[in-house]
């Protein structure tokens, strides 16, 4: 399997529960409708939590800010997300989910990338 990653950050207009509620409350059930069409076999948002551990896991490492959350969809392989995202139907909603995505992430400070998992 290959995984969709995506370390989102919201749109510096809304606050971080207005993201939160957007993302649980439209974008997740409209994602998870269409499910099918994208032949994703799994899909989880993780939220950010707000706390003060976060900024001392950051400044122990020197790291960036945090993202607001992480979104992750799994797949059977490439190749089935390659044809879904080539069919008319996918791209229709490739599209779609972009638009909804402008409601709530700042696409200029997020990143998405497949991946594969290796257990330990």
Known sequence: MIKLVMCITRHPNITREQFNDYWMDKHGPFFMENASTMRAKKYVQSHTVDTPLNKGLRDA?????EYDGVA???????????????SA????LSAAL???EGNFIDHSKSSAF???EHEF
């Open 61 to 65: 490492r020197g790291m960036l800010p």
């Open 98 to 100: 972009l638009e909804d």
């Open 114 to 116: 497949i991946v594969k």
């Open 72 to 86: 992750e969809v799994w797949f059977e392989s490439e190749e089935e997300l390659m044809e879904a995202m080539s």
């Open 89 to 92: 139907e996918g791209q229709k």
